[in-house]
Structures are given as C-alpha cells and as structure tokens.
C-alpha cells in the first residue's frame, strides 16, 4: 500500500499539534453509523458569561453528534459588562465556531431564537408545545446574580410551555476564592426561587469537586459539559421507529439536582500516545539498522559515480549535455597548420604507431596555433560557462541533489566521522585517460584537447564538491537532532500505569505496520518520505502525519471500545469481559456525584440512564432487562468508543449545602 | 590640468573620422569648451589619461602655455606610442568642425585609437579643466591596421585534400591569435600566433573547401582585412 496515497495534508509547528491531530482523527473513526436521533422539542442553549461560553465546543459537539436535527437548535451567549449586557449568536462555518453580537435585548433574542425554530418544518421538531431552554453558568462569575436574575425574567414569550433549566457550574477551588463566590451565588439562587418559584424552572448543581474528593482540573472540566449535554439529550429526545419514554425523562425535570457521571472510554488519548511514539521511534531504529558496517570508499565512490581517472558521472553527463555540442570536432583538428608537409608525416608516424608525441614539439610543428585553438575551442567555452551565475547555482543544487539522493541521512551522520578522507577522495586529480589506442591522429589532438577542457572544468566543479558535502552533513545532523528533539517531546506525554496494556498491544501493532509498510529505495531508506533531510520541520511533521493517518485506517484503530477492550485483553476469560464494563461503569460512577458537601443534603435518586451505542453488546445486555424502561433508561449514542452511566439526584435540602466548606465564614449580604 | 568628471555641457556627439589620402579628419559636434585635446595613440595600450597629463606637467608645460599654442602637437610619448594636440574651439569652428591630422603621424602596422576631451580654460586661476565623457568609449575612434593576407591553394596528387598556402605579412607586437582563419563547413576559427606571419603556412583541407581570414571578435579595434 503506498502510505502517501492517504492525501492528508496537514501543517505542524510541533509535536504536540501532531499529537492532537493524531487524536482527534482517531476519535473520527469512532463515529457510529447516523442514529436515529433527533431533538423533539425546539431547544435554545444559552451561555451566560465568558467561563461558560468558553466550554461550548464539549455541549455542540455531543449535540451534533446525537441528534439528526441538531443544525436547528439555537445557541446564544450572553456576557455582562459594567456597562452594558451583550448578547451574541452562534454561527459556524465547518467546525469553525464564532459568536456575532446582535442588537437584540437578551430577552429579545430568547424569543428571536425560539420563533425561529418554531417556524421549521414540522419534521424538523415533532412537538412544539414545549420548548426548552438550556442555560449554563459558572458559578465562579463575578456577576452571577445578574445572570441568574436575567435568567429568572427569560422565557419563550409564547403560549408554549417552557422547559427551563439551570446548569449551574460550581467551582468549589480555593483559588480566587472562586469557592465563596460560588456559595454566595448558590445561597442567593436558593433565595430567588423561594421569592419566585414559578421563574425558577430546574436547576442542575454541578460541582468540579466530586464526591470521591477528587477536583476535576481544567484538562477534565469538559467532562462535566459533556454531562450536560447529556442531560440536554435525554431530558427532550425522539428515537426514530420508537415509543417515547416520556415518563422516564420527566425524572430530569423540576426541583434541584445533581448527577453522579460515569464515563468508559476507550482509551484513545493514550492510544494516540503510545502509537505516535513508537510510530517515530520505530521508523528511526529501522531507519538506522540499515546502516551495517560503515561505508567504505569503493562504496562512496560507486554512489557518487566517480571513475578510476576520477571523473564524476554527473559531471560527465554537465560537459556532454551543456558544453560538447559547442567544441570543435575531432575531424577539426586535422586542419591545424603544419610547417611543412615533412612535420606533418613526422606526426602522423609516431602517433601511427601508438607513441607519444611530445607536446612542445607538437606545437612547434603546428606554429603555436594548437595552444591557441584549444584555449579557444575547449577551455574558454568552460571560462563562458562558469562565468554566469545561474550556471553555478543548477550545479551546486545539482552536487546537493546528488548527495541528498545518494546518501540516507544517517550514512551522511556516519560518514561526517570520515569528513576529512571523503573530502580528500572528492579533490583527487581527474588526470588524463590517456587516448583509448587510437592513431588517428586527429582523435588523439582531440582526445588532449577535451581532457584540457574537463581538467578545467574538474577544477571548478571540485570547490563546489567540497562545500556542499559540508553542507549536507551540517543538515543529517540539524535532522537528527530535529527527530531526537520530537520523540522527547513525545516522551514527555506520561501513560498512565492502568494503561500498560496500551503500550504494549500498541507498539507491537506499530512495528508489524512498519515492517509489512517499507519500501526500501536505491539508497536503502525505507520510508524516504521521512528521512528527507530538506524537509524543514513542518514539513517533516506533516510527513509523519501521513503515515499516521494510514496507520490509523487498520482495523484494530477503528474497534469499538469493547471490542478494543477484548482485543487488548485477549487474556481475559469470557466471564470476566462480561462483566468488564459493568464494572468498569460501577467503579467510575463511585463517587463521581458532581458535589462535594460535608453534610449530608438529602440526595435521593431521581433515574439511571445508559448512553451506549445499541450495537454494543452490552447495550444488547442492559435493552434485554426487565428494568429497562423502569429504573433504567437507554439512550443509543451515536459514538462507538465508550459508554456513560448518569445517575440523577434530587437535592431535597439544599440549605445544608455549603459550596465553600463549612469551615468558611460566609457573609451575609 | 585638471580631469574633471562628466558633463552634458561638455558633451562631445556624432565623433566621426575620414581618411582622405594622406590626412586623417576628424569632426565631432559640441555644446560647449574652449579647447579641444586629442589624444593619437596606439590602441593595443592601455589609455590613462592621468599618467599622460602627469607626463606632460613633467614636461614643464604650464596651463597658460598650453592654451596659447597656436594648434599642433603638444606632447609625444618617449617612445612615440602617445601623441597629443590641442586645439582650440574658435579654430575648429573656423574650420567647419574638423581637426586634421596628417598621414605621416600614423606609422603602418600599428592600430591608433583617436580620443577627443573638451576642455575650458579658466582664466581667473589659469587652470585647463578636460571633461571625461559619460561611458570610456564614447569619444574614441580607431584606426585599426589593414591586412591583406596572401592565399593560394595547392592541389594533392590522387587525393581528396589540396594544400591551401596562407601567408599574412609580419606586425610588430601582433596580438597572439587577433587574426583567425576558417575552413569553409568548419564552425571554429583557428587563431593565428605570432610565429605564423611573415611566412608562408600550409593547411590541409578538402579540396572542395576554401580558407578565409578574419579578425577576431575581440580586435577589431586594432585589425581589418
């Protein structure tokens, strides 16, 4: 398979976009079949305030993904300034997402929005008696009072009813005392809805600081708005061809709660890790096996084409292709002058006989107009040509051309060892081949005449020789240290020890894939696309980028979580893979509840729901249970690399929750 | 003197020479000067207008002896390879825009370059200011020596070839391959040295081709057939 046909051209500054990039297409191939999906309510989602608006790519994404009519949903940002409340819409151009402020008043633009989708199709959204409004809000927002009112006062303005929900994103970190702001926002919330209860539509606490004691970092903060998304997909969804669990999704609705999130995945951030890493580190090591034993001088000399009378291939092929067709021929030597006709015979005897015929005699006899025809017609051709520029540039990149063709990158390492010898080699003599036998004495005038002209020539071209195979080698190294400097970088990115078994299946994968992938060329490398040392660094990354992206097109890259589980863990026995993912699900939903309080606050759970992709076999297994419909719900995820348990609480004494910690002293406005 | 460096109202155009029998006329037009220089020299040498006006100063000739020549030769190089005349601008006028020089100041065998500077002569500090033209060879014109080569062919026994006979007369201090000669189907000239003239040299060809001689590229400033 030719690697290069992928046809993915991508720039890379570094490694860390490589690595990016690398995940991201492998997520792409974890897309499932098009569900049957779609939102059934028109659904409004609003972010108030910056920190919100700053995660919507994890909310659109799940939204796009799952629901088939997600286009239609309308996205607002709403930011308050000292001076002024701006409200913007959201537009994408391809995965591009940017923000266009409108004119309109926030609660102007919630009633825009929601006409506009009103006035689709009837496909588009099956009932438009409800609609939903989604909201989302950091709680760690200087003016989140503000924001709640705005959100207390919105409302469709229509005769629907209004399914309006708060997603209130606790931050319970100490840092910038973000953990007393939230409190005091919480405490002012709880106050409102007791003084407007009908405004106050649900609310959703959902804390970065779980139940387990573990603080979801900024790294991991999507995943509580992939919750959310979540919670927006099941509280309003249709499955094409099946009956509506409405009862089931109304536990997602009134009141306030929390969630606890569970989340298996296949593990595809390590994945790409261990893959790109040991894609770079394999191709090098294979790269630098083939070098055995050194080069020898024969061997250079072979490659570089040089002859015993150290001519040069490329140099011979410059003289017939530039300069030959403007010499004289050997027939034109014959009409030289003699002094007489005596001398002339004189000549043509000892050549005759295959003697040599002494030069300054040659040129007595020819009355000093041999010397003179030869500067003309053999050697200031060579002068005329070396004299332009552009004439000394197609050399020198030629020469380059040469050694970058003739020589891999790490034979150019070893042989910068031997710089001095090779250097030697490259400036011997090109001396004279002497006539061939001939006695045509024509063709033995010609014959000293032309090599006068390449000796001249030789010893412009030698210079040049030189100073590029310098240059060459300064450029192995520079790419070496450029390879070495990635793969460190790669190095850098830790594994988790739970996933050595990534490691392990990974790098064998890659090796099999560079072995059965080579290609080896006239100069023995085997992947001549990499190990081009013109290549500058992007250049370089984006030639990796290619391999990576065939890489990535075998099957084992393109396995569901489940069935990559059980190929990774293929010394797992059958009842335990069973259960693999029940318990996996289990020990990732301990303790992952989106709160973190010291007293208790009455949590009771509301509902249990499943989203799982229907062809996994445990979907399969969970759609089979009696409780299906009943204490749990299953929603077809539209992803195949991983599952997610949801659990709903309803927080039935909210007073006795205290965002800062009960030690803090919270002040009372 | 003083050699001052170019300028349009000291341009000198249309430089032209005529050889009328024995005498050699020059006539060029101007803006302006009161004088003119010419420089007769022998062109295979370099021209060096600072070494020659320091050869004259070294003469004794003052600025103000200068101008007042009646019109000739002011100076002639030790060894006869340099001459100068001045002339002045109200003369040359008189004497419809050309200056003449004899035909017993050109030697035979010897290729002449003819420079022109204009001058002005400033009373007040009794200084000659000589205005170099724009490029080196404007305001330069050669005599370049005629030479009349000699063939003949001969004709080979029962053979394809014949004999051409070339002979091309001696010229001191010739330059080594100035003059060429070319076989009729032959893309390359072959230059003549030094020790092919004044006598005569043979060159095999074919009998149909034919010889001619020319001058190289290079020195047709100083050679024409």
Not at chain 1, 57 to 80: F, H, M, P, R, S
Not at chain 1, 651 to 668: F, M, N, V
Request: net charge negative; with cysteine; aromatic share 10%.
């Amino acid at each position: 398979m030719d690697v290069m046909s992928t046809m993915e051209e991508r720039k890379f500054q570094d490694a860390g976009e490589l690595l990016a990039a690398c995940r991201e297409k492998m997520r792409e191939n974890q897309h499932g079949e098009s569900g049957g999906n779609y939102a059934l309510y028109p659904t409004v989602i609003v972010f108030l305030g910056e920190k919100a608006r700053s995660h919507v790519q994890y909310v659109k994404q799940t939204l796009d993904e799952n629901w088939n009519n997600a286009d239609y949903l309308q996205y607002l940002g709403i930011t308050v300034t000292e001076k002024s409340i701006k409200c913007q819409t959201l537009t994408t151009k391809g995965k591009e997402i940017t923000w266009k402020t409108c004119k309109s008043t926030a609660p102007q633009a919630i009633c825009i929005a929601v006409v506009e989708m009103l006035t689709q199709e009837d496909k588009i959204f099956p009932d438009k008696t409800r609609i939903k409004m989604e909201f989302l809000l950091d709680a760690a927002e200087e003016a989140g009072k503000t924001y709640y009112d705005l959100f207390a006062e919105m409302s469709s303005g229509l005769q629907t009813n209004d399914l309006k929900t708060l997603y209130l994103m606790a931050d319970q970190t100490p840092e910038d005392k973000n953990h007393i702001t939230s409190d005091k926002l919480f405490q002012y919330i709880l106050k409102r809805r007791q003084e407007m209860p009908e405004r106050s539509g649900t609310l959703y606490l959902i804390s970065n600081y779980l139940e387990s004691g573990k603080i979801l970092g900024e790294k991991e903060l999507w995943q509580n708005y992939r919750l959310t998304a979540d919670i927006i997909l099941l509280g309003g969804n249709r499955t094409r061809g099946k009956s509506q669990t409405a009862d089931y999704a109304a536990k997602l609705y009134n009141g306030i709660k929390t969630a606890s999130y569970a989340l298996v995945t296949k593990p595809i951030d390590e994945i790409g890790t261990v893959s790109l890493r040991y894609l770079l580190s394999v191709l090098y090591e294979q790269e630098r096996s083939r070098l055995q034993g050194g080069i020898t001088e024969e061997e250079i000399r072979r490659r570089l084409g040089i002859g015993q009378t150290n001519t040069m291939e490329m140099v011979e092929r410059l003289y017939r292709d530039t300069l030959q067709k403007q010499l004289p021929r050997a027939e034109d030597m014959g009409y030289l002058p003699f002094m007489n006709a005596e001398k002339q015979k004189e000549l043509l005897k000892t050549l005759t006989k295959g003697e040599e015929f002494p030069q300054a005699l040659l040129d007595q006899y020819t009355l000093g107009v041999r010397p003179l025809f030869v500067q003309k017609g053999f050697l200031q051709p060579v002068e005329d040509y070396w004299e332009k520029e552009e004439n000394r540039e197609i050399l020198r990149q030629a020469v380059s051309d040469l050694y970058c063709q003739r020589f891999s990158s790490f034979e150019l390492m070893e042989l910068s060892s031997k710089q001095k010898s090779i250097e030697r080699l490259l400036m011997e003599p090109y001396h004279y081949g002497g006539c061939g036998g001939k006695t045509d004495y024509r063709e033995v005038l010609y014959a000293a005449a032309e090599y006068a002209g390449k000796a001249l020539l030789y010893e412009k071209v030698k210079p040049v020789l030189l100073e590029e195979f310098s240059k060459v080698l300064l450029q192995a190294k520079a790419f070496d240290e450029q390879y070495q400097q990635i793969l460190r970088q790669l190095q850098m990115e830790s594994i988790p020890v739970e996933a050595q078994s990534v490691e392990k299946k990974y790098a064998a994968l890659v090796e099999k894939y560079v072995m059965e992938h080579q290609k080896i060329n006239e100069v023995g490398t085997a992947f001549p696309e990499v190990f081009c040392m013109r290549q500058n660094r992007e250049e370089f990354l984006g030639s990796v980028w290619k391999i990576l992206c065939d890489l990535i097109q075998e099957d084992v890259y393109r396995y569901d979580f489940e069935r990559e589980i059980e190929w990774r863990m293929s010394d797992m026995t059958e009842v335990k893979k069973e259960a693999f993912v029940k318990l996996e699900l289990q020990k990732s939903l301990t303790g992952s509840t989106r709160l973190k309080n010291v007293l208790t606050y009455g949590k009771m759970v509301a509902g249990c729901f499943y989203l799982i992709n229907e062809s996994a076999a445990y979907a399969k297994h969970l759609a089979g249970l009696e409780a299906n419909g009943r204490d749990f719900m299953i929603f077809d995820l539209n992803r195949t690399d991983g599952v997610e348990q949801i659990e709903i609480y309803n927080i039935t004494k909210p007073e006795c929750i205290h965002l800062a910690g009960s030690g803090e002293q919270r002040d009372e406005d | 003197m003083r050699i001052e460096t170019y300028r349009d109202d000291f341009q000198l155009c249309e430089y032209s020479l005529k050889r009328n029998g024995g005498e050699i006329a020059l006539s060029w037009k101007y803006k302006g000067g009161s004088h003119f220089l010419i420089f007769l020299y022998d062109a295979r040498r370099s021209f060096k207008l600072q070494q020659i006006i320091e050869e004259i100063e070294k003469q004794g000739h003052s600025d103000r002896d200068i101008v007042r020549l009646p019109g000739g030769s002011l100076h002639i190089s030790g060894d006869g390879s340099m001459k100068v005349y001045v002339c002045r601008e109200p003369e040359f006028a008189m004497k419809g825009q050309c200056y003449t020089l004899q035909g017993h100041e050109i030697k035979r065998g010897i290729p002449y370059g003819i420079r022109i500077f204009a001058a002005q002569y400033d009373r007040e500090r009794e200084m000659l200011h000589i205005y170099c033209p724009k490029e080196e060879e404007d305001n330069v014109q050669y005599i370049p020596v005629r030479i009349e080569p000699e063939i003949r062919y001969r004709p080979v026994l029962l053979s394809r070839d014949r004999i051409c006979l070339l002979q091309i007369p001696y010229m001191q201090d010739y330059i080594e391959g100035a003059l060429e000669y070319y076989v009729s189907g032959v893309r390359c000239g072959y230059p003549l040295s030094r020790e092919c003239l004044g006598r005569e040299i043979q060159i095999v060809i074919p009998r149909d081709a034919a010889v001619t001689v020319r001058v190289a590229d290079s020195c047709k400033k100083y050679y024409r057939i």
